[in-house]
């Protein structure tokens, strides 16, 4: 199992030998993103790691592979665009696929992810990008999430078209704090990035 090579201990002889030792070994610079997703996908690359299904029943699996692939091209990107260790990032996606993508995106990045309801009001997200000095806004596209997150810092800056090639997905760079200035030309690379990544993951 994967996760005995965070272990101290595996096995133990009483319940006083567990208390004892039991510990979890965590290295330093631990990085989720690094240490566990881009290990496994580089010794079982064909392991599923997500499994996803809406409501109306449409399915995908995703690789290890494929999620290490995408989560790095997904980083490239924001990070060519300003993102940057230390940033945090309001998030918005419910229950979709892409969240992980962009989770372990961030993860590589060093970017402070915060997962955040749809049933926020524009006064909600203010309060937010304030008290956690938000840098930026990602939404899938939803009318009644981004009327409200319009409300809380003005104009929407640009939007990705067919992100991943299935939807519609928003970043809002919030005025105090700009570090993503998008263009909709600007999705077309990261678009052909992840058709790279998807392709060579079916190889």
């Known amino acids: 199992m994967f996760i005995k090579r965070f ?12 208390i004892q030792n039991a ?21 079982t690359p064909d392991k599923v790691a997500i499994i996803w299904m809406n409501d109306s029943g449409d399915k995908k699996l995703i690789t290890f592979k494929m999620l290490a692939q995408m989560s790095s091209a997904v980083a490239n990107f924001l990070g060519e665009r300003g993102m940057k ?18 989770m372990m995106a961030m993860h590589k990045l060093g970017v402070i992810p915060i997962p955040s309801t749809n049933q926020l009001k524009s006064e909600d997200i203010k309060y937010r990008i304030k008290a956690a000095d938000v ?14 997150i319009k409300n809380a810092t003005g104009d929407i800056i640009g939007i990705l078209n067919s992100f991943f090639n299935i939807s519609k997905l928003w970043l809002v760079a919030v005025p105090h704090a700009i570090t993503i200035n998008l263009t909709f030309c600007s999705i077309k690379y990261l678009i052909q990035f992840l058709e790279a990544s998807i392709i060579a993951s079916l190889d």
């Open 23 to 43: 510990a979890v070994v965590v290295p330093e610079n631990f990085n989720f993103a690094y240490d566990v997703v881009d290990v496994i996908a580089r010794e």
């Open 85 to 102: 260790k230390g940033d945090t990032v309001l998030l918005f996606m419910r229950r979709r696929w892409e969240y992980w993508v962009l």
């Open 7 to 18: 272990l101290k201990k595996e096995k133990f002889d009483n319940y006083d030998d567990y």
């Open 135 to 148: 840098h930026t806004v990602i939404a899938f596209d939803d009318g009644a999430i981004i009327s409200e």
